[in-house]
């Protein structure tokens, strides 16, 4: 098992780190250049601060990357971006950049969402390993079966333990073996609704699975079978719908059957007098992702058909 060391600033890990009960955060990188691959889903990141302190400060499991404009990024995780507004968020990024303010520039940003996030007291701050250089600019992964690593995750479960006692955040983190001398494992990430938003907007290339309407603003991620009602936060139980069509299909109007296809109920025109675009939609099969792991799982389709869909 492998973690990776990301740096951030002290103001991003005071503002998560004051905010109870997190349950996702989103370790943004302002060039929005690139997707973060250095490590795999279920594998540990830490946060470091800027040097003169360099210290670990916390961490989170790793879930997705994604390039997201600002917009779409406050949208799903909002004061899981470390900041308290919007506005504060875009004040930074155009620090990084150097860039003028401009409240209407769309800017697209690097986004490394994260799990069960934890922050350490400062009283069990984690000294960086032997080889961190000064030199490194974003960060730096490592094995965690080998030194240095090893020392480091071993420091992890030291102050895992210490924080149960103390009934600090890290304890609610499950990721750390309470057993001292564990060893480093995999973990499914608990995705959250904003990273489900996002990985769901991913999977259907970013456009409507029926109109294939292209616009993000007005595409939402719908939950098949509803969280409340037992449905998770995953891809066999989303669909990319443009936000009308998510309504109907949230209030039963609009189903999907087991072979994909659409299903428009007549009470539309019952209830309205109106509907002819919606049933122009009636029968057409949707557009899916095209690895099958990503495809809505077909027993939640026929939950939603069996109880939400008013035919």
Not at 280 to 291: L, R, V
Request: proline fraction near 6%; glycine fraction near 8%; include cysteine.
């Amino acid at each position: 098992m492998r973690a990776y060391i990301g740096i951030t600033d002290k103001n991003w890990y005071e503002i998560l780190a004051s905010t109870p009960k997190l349950e996702e955060v989103n370790f943004w990188q302002p060039g929005g250049n690139r997707l973060f691959q250095a490590i795999q889903e279920g594998e540990l990141f830490l946060f470091k601060l800027h040097s003169p302190e360099d210290f670990i400060v916390g961490g989170g499991v790793f879930a997705y990357s994604s390039l997201l404009p600002v917009s779409l990024a406050w949208e799903s995780f909002g004061v899981g971006n470390g900041a308290l507004s919007q506005a504060e968020m875009r004040r930074r990024i155009e620090k990084y950049r150097r860039s003028k303010n401009d409240p209407y520039q769309e800017y697209t940003i690097g986004c490394i969402l994260l799990t069960q996030p934890f922050f350490l007291p400062k009283e069990q701050w984690i000294p960086v390993p032997q080889d961190w250089k000064s030199n490194i600019v974003q960060g730096k992964r490592y094995d965690l079966d080998t030194e240095p690593g090893l020392t480091l995750y071993k420091e992890l479960q030291l102050a895992n333990l210490q924080s149960r006692t103390a009934q600090f955040r890290l304890g609610q983190s499950p990721f750390i073996p309470s057993d001292r001398f564990g060893s480093p494992s995999l973990v499914l990430p608990r995705l959250g609704q904003g990273a489900f938003r996002i990985m769901v907007t991913d999977a259907y290339e970013r456009k409507c699975a029926v109109t294939g309407e292209k616009v993000l603003p007005v595409l939402e991620a719908a939950h098949i079978r509803p969280y409340g009602s037992g449905g998770e936060h995953c891809l066999s139980n989303g669909l990319l719908l443009r936000s009308d069509l998510h309504a109907l299909f949230d209030k039963g109007y609009l189903t999907v059957t087991t072979s994909y296809c659409l299903e428009v109920s007549r009470r539309i025109r019952d209830e309205f007098e109106n509907g002819k675009e919606y049933y122009s939609f009636h029968g057409k099969k949707i557009w899916t992702p095209h690895a099958p792991e990503k495809r809505p799982d077909l027993s939640n389709l026929v939950w939603h058909n069996e109880n939400v869909y008013r035919g």
